[in-house]
Structures are given as C-alpha cells and as structure tokens.
C-alpha cells in the first residue's frame, strides 16, 4: 500500500460541547479513492469541513504528509494542495465555462482580481486538459447557466482540478444525476484516483459500489468501520447502527 499522504489523529470538534466529531483516526494513502458512508448526522461533511479548514478542530491533528495542517486556516490548506466540491455547485453562472476554468486557474489571491483576469480566446492547455477530462471540451464556450446538472457538478470538479490540488474532497457528486450522469462520474473518479486522493461523502450506495476500494463508516461522529465493500456488509456493528437489518448490498 501507498504511504499515507492524509492521517488524521483523534480529530475532534465539539459544538456547544456536542462532538460532531470525535476522534477520527484516518490513513488515507497516496493516490487512493477513498468512501465515507453513514447515516444523516453522522459527521461525514463536518469531518470535510475539517479537513479543508473550513472548521478548525478542538482538538486533534492533521497530517498532509509530514505537515501538521490542523488550525492552519481555509487558504492555507488549499494552497498545500487540498481542494474541495461542495454538493450545490458553486460556479459563476453568467460565466462560460472557459471563465469559469480561468478564475479558478488563477494564481492571484484576490478574488476581485480574478473576476477581471478574464483572457478572451482560447483555452490554454491546462484548461484544455480539465475539460476534456470532465467532458466540458465541447461547452468551453456556453455560458454556466445553460448546463445541466450533471454538467455543473463537472464543471465545479473541473474547477478543483485546474488548482491541481493532491487531494480531492468531494460531497456528494452524484446527487441529482441521472443514472447516465452517476455511470459517468463514477468512471470520471475512477480515472482521477492515482494521479490524485480522491475522498468521497456519499449515501448513494449503488454509486459506492461502483467506486469504492475502501469504505469508512462513521457513526455519531466517530469511524465505526473500515474495509472493503464485502467486509463491510458483512459487520455485524454497521448492520446494526446504520443499516438496520440489510446488508449493504440491499441498501
């Protein structure tokens, strides 16, 4: 197995003293696609919120390779490489999708500057390889409000991969597609695992099946379980707390 490029360590956050999470201990290797599952509240997307600084920890650590990146701050953690797709897409809508790619591309800090570093043409090749990646090749010019659903959940991956992040965070990003939408992020994710770490929130467990190597079960904000599909509807412990009395094949 690949050496760790993501560990957290008894990684906790309290809420008005309510453990949303509770110390979480993760081992997420180098180029690895890894799932989260659990039942609604179980703290699978404050553990993202974590992770890319969005919220600081009360307690715990955060490793990205050798750097403890806990508390560090949102823009610091993106700027060493974690990017992060929320479940809504969060894209310019009157922009086209080639904007998009080029406000996302850019190295400024300020937003504002973003906005107005806009270059009419071409895409260069950085943005020509993300969009074909996701499928966008042939929308590069159509405005963001024009895509469908599944297209603005691309476009917002699209977005994250033009920061060339190490690692991938992602909510949900099959939510709302249809079945030929989720068949093609499932390969889109399948084909990004390696040359990145994917990490993926999901309750759609016909997807799971699709993508998964390794599942993380969490349960009332801690890891209940890990391992392989097959282990995991095997686990009398998550039959019991999260999948009442299926299997996870049947869920």
Same mark, same amino acid.
């Given at each position: 197995?690949?050496?760790?490029?993501?560990?957290?360590?008894?990684?906790?956050?309290?809420?008005?003293?309510?453990?949303?999470?509770?110390?979480?201990?993760?081992?997420?290797?180098? !180029?690895?696609?890894?799932?989260?599952?659990?039942?609604?509240?179980?703290?699978? *997307?404050?553990?993202?919120?974590?992770?890319?600084?969005?919220?600081?920890? *009360?307690?715990?650590?955060?490793?990205?390779?050798?750097?403890?990146?806990?508390?560090?701050?949102?823009?610091?953690?993106?700027?060493?490489?974690?990017?992060?797709?929320?479940?809504?897409?969060?894209?310019?809508?009157?922009?086209?999708?080639?904007?998009?790619?080029?406000?996302?591309?850019?190295?400024?800090?300020?937003?504002?500057?973003?906005?107005?570093?806009?270059?009419?043409?071409?895409?260069?090749?950085?943005?020509?390889?993300?969009?074909?990646?996701?499928?966008?090749?042939? *929308?590069?010019?159509?405005?963001?409000?024009?895509?469908?659903?599944?297209?603005?959940?691309?476009?917002?991956?699209?977005?994250?991969?033009?920061?060339?992040?190490?690692?991938?965070?992602?909510?949900?990003?099959?939510?709302?597609?249809?079945?030929?939408?989720?068949?093609?992020?499932?390969?889109?994710?399948?084909?990004?695992?390696?040359? @990145?770490?994917?990490?993926?929130?999901?309750?759609?467990?016909?997807?799971?099946?699709?993508?998964?190597?390794?599942?993380?079960?969490? @349960?009332? !904000?801690?890891?209940?379980?890990?391992?392989?599909?097959?282990?995991?509807? @095997?686990?009398?412990?998550?039959?019991?707390?999260?999948?009442?009395?299926?299997?996870? *094949?049947?869920?």
């Amino acid at each position: 197995m690949a050496s760790p490029i993501l560990r957290t360590r008894n990684l906790t956050v309290r809420f008005d003293e309510f453990p949303a999470v509770r110390d979480v201990n993760l081992d997420i290797a180098d !180029g690895e696609l890894r799932v989260v599952i659990g039942a609604n509240g179980a703290g699978k *997307s404050t553990l993202l919120d974590l992770l890319c600084g969005k919220t600081l920890p *009360s307690e715990g650590e955060i490793w990205l390779r050798d750097k403890n990146i806990a508390g560090i701050g949102e823009a610091a953690i993106a700027r060493s490489g974690i990017g992060r797709k929320f479940q809504t897409p969060t894209v310019f809508k009157d922009m086209t999708v080639l904007e998009n790619l080029q406000v996302a591309s850019n190295r400024r800090v300020r937003v504002f500057e973003n906005l107005f570093e806009r270059i009419a043409g071409k895409a260069n090749e950085r943005e020509a390889a993300v969009a074909e990646r996701t499928g966008l090749q042939d *929308s590069l010019n159509r405005r963001a409000s024009e895509l469908s659903h599944g297209q603005l959940q691309w476009l917002e991956l699209a977005m994250v991969l033009s920061q060339e992040p190490k690692i991938i965070l992602l909510d949900e990003p099959a939510a709302g597609m249809t079945a030929a939408e989720t068949d093609k992020t499932a390969g889109l994710l399948l084909d990004l695992a390696g040359d @990145h770490t994917v990490l993926v929130i999901e309750h759609d467990m016909a997807f799971v099946r699709q993508i998964c190597r390794t599942i993380t079960v969490m @349960h009332q !904000g801690s890891v209940l379980a890990e391992g392989t599909a097959e282990e995991i509807e @095997h686990n009398p412990a998550v039959i019991e707390a999260y999948l009442g009395s299926a299997t996870l *094949s049947h869920a």
